[in-house]
């Protein structure tokens, strides 16, 4: 009897733990993921008490909360971030290795996304995901449901867009540089109509414009997380269209954020999402970085006020989520970016570390030496683009000589420039021939697209091109603290003090949408959204 007993409590409790998990891990209606461009996690701590109850402190406090994610590769930016968040797939595989490419041969820099086959919607732009090569969440989610599901994406730029959305989406809007409206392109069939009635009615973004200032949300003395803000003014920021950078400036200021949850709450009311027998996709994007009128200046009232007001705005988006579909049917994946975007400057006579290098001049000496070195009066460098250096592939093949050989002696030449900490070869990263030390130029660059030489300066140094157009940019190691944050579907709150990769973002999601992982994803889910522990 005791041993009967025995098995039956056994059984029960089999059956608990499993309806348990079953309950934690039910296929959600609804995904939401809402990804801050230039998040930092130390601002939400410094900030944190000027916030309401329901936005930063509800992600904080009803979900599961990761301290901080890691990309595992350098020089991040919104392409390249995105990509990674989305695919579970590091630049080497996604292609996206960040969001400009330079094309020598017509001496441009393009966008990762151009694609003349595709004209732009509201844009003059041409757009598309061609060079992802790499599958998303939401293509994963359009194959596993045969395109019943919904996917879309809305941004403030196309790279987070597009990014976001993927091949297969429905989808993606951001908003145009010069006309300020929600914009996409051909490579996606068709509009929704609110869409459209959105741009073209009386709430359009245009028809508001004149009656949007920026001005702080609190009383001067709220703003008191920095000691070191100089100007006791308010400050006060109008945007008109009379000027070509009305709209970028906007993208950059608190509003982009309003515009994005007006856009979103559309979908939300008249897209039907979690109404289909299929889980449906809305990827968000808001923007928490600084103001572009004031990049070169640190620790001011407008990062804060620009947190204080996107509290309230992730407030409103989660309301609007649990009044429509539910919260308990919806899965909120919550993070950044991984990056922070400033100007530095330095009160004058202040001597920093470091000097200044000049990649014309590192070029122009690199290539005397090959000349030098191999008796031949000949262009055998291309040029330099952002941290690589380019050999003329054409040039050594005619002259009949190794590249990979090429590529040592030329590293070798490179490395004893003053600020020159680390040069790598692609021959080395193609064939395995590196180590923890270059492993983030490994994951960092794609082999269609990258340089022969790949450099690493060391932090305070600056890179000068000799541009006017161009700021000079002071290397900064710094990791940039980024929270992962799941809540909803009937996750547990929980806080989890372990530094995840931002490649596990992606097979986590596909893994509580019970789908596959996207195609180049090689990491497992997140074992707290497996276990339940």
């Known amino acids: 009897m005791e041993i009967r007993m025995r098995k039956i409590l056994s059984s029960l409790i089999a059956i608990l733990v499993v309806t348990n998990l079953e309950a934690q891990q039910r296929t959600p209606k609804l995904v939401v993921c809402i990804t801050v461009d230039q998040l930092r996690g130390d601002y939400i701590e410094y900030f944190y008490n000027t916030f309401g109850e329901r936005g930063f402190k509800r992600l904080l406090n009803e979900g599961l909360v990761y301290n901080n994610i890691r990309f595992e590769f350098s020089d991040i930016d919104q392409a390249n971030a995105f990509a990674t968040l989305f695919t579970g797939s590091n630049p080497c595989l996604s292609g996206i290795t960040g969001d400009k490419l330079f094309d020598f041969e017509r001496e441009t820099e393009v966008s990762i996304l151009y694609d003349p086959a595709y004209l732009g919607n509201y844009t003059k732009e041409h757009y598309s995901p061609k060079n992802l090569f790499s599958a998303t969440i939401g293509d994963e989610l359009k194959i596993a449901s045969q395109g019943r599901s919904d996917v879309y994406a809305i941004a403030p730029n196309p790279e987070s867009a597009i990014l976001s959305a993927g091949h297969a989406a429905n989808g993606a809007f ?28 009386p709430e359009s973004l245009s028809a508001r414009l004149e009656r949007m200032v920026w001005t702080p949300s609190l009383p001067l003395e709220r703003y008191d997380a920095f000691p070191y803000v100089l100007d006791d003014l308010p400050f006060r920021y109008t945007f008109d269209e009379k000027y070509a950078n009305c709209y970028p400036n906007l993208k950059t200021s608190p509003f982009i954020n309003k ?4 856009l979103a709450l559309q979908f939300l009311e008249y897209g039907g999402f979690g109404t289909r027998s299929c889980p449906d996709l809305l990827a968000i994007t808001y923007y928490a970085g600084n ?25 409103k988006l989660l309301d609007a989520i649990d009044k429509k579909v539910g919260l308990a049917n919806t899965l909120v994946v919550f993070t950044g970016t991984g990056y922070y975007t400033s100007e530095e400057s330095y009160p004058e006579g202040m001597m ?7 990649p014309k001049r590192c070029v122009a000496l690199l290539n005397m030496y090959l000349m030098a070195l191999y008796g031949q009066q000949t262009n055998w460098v291309k040029g330099y683009y952002d941290h690589q250096i380019y050999l003329n592939h054409k040039v050594i093949e005619d002259a009949k000589l190794d590249l990979g050989t090429i590529q040592e002696k030329a590293a070798e030449f490179v490395q004893e420039f003053s600020g020159v900490q680390y040069v790598t070869t692609n021959k080395s990263l193609l064939t395995g021939d590196w180590n923890e030390g270059s492993a983030k130029f490994r994951y960092g660059t794609h082999h269609l697209r990258r340089g022969d030489l790949i450099i690493e300066l060391q932090p305070g140094w600056k890179v000068n091109l ?11 190691n710094n990791a940039v603290i980024t929270p992962l944050i799941f809540m909803g579907n009937g996750l547990k ?15 986590s999601v596909t893994h509580i949408l019970r789908i596959r992982a996207p195609n180049a994803s090689q990491n497992l889910p997140l074992r707290e959204l497996t276990t339940g522990k």
């Open 466 to 476: 000799e541009n006017p157009r161009e700021k000079v940019k002071i290397i900064r």
């Open 174 to 201: 951001w908003m145009d540089d010069t006309n300020g409206k929600w914009a996409t392109t051909t490579y996606y069939k068709g509009i929704p109509w609110y869409v459209d009635r959105y741009n073209n009615g």
């Open 352 to 358: 920093i570390n470091g000097g200044e290098f000049r």
């Open 259 to 262: 515009e994005i949850n007006r």
């Open 493 to 507: 709150p929980q806080h989890v003090y372990r530094e995840v990769k931002a490649t596990e973002v992606a097979p």
């Open 291 to 315: 103001y572009r009128g004031t990049m070169s200046k640190a620790y001011t009232r407008e990062i804060q006020d620009t947190y204080y007001q996107l509290d309230q705005d992730i407030e």
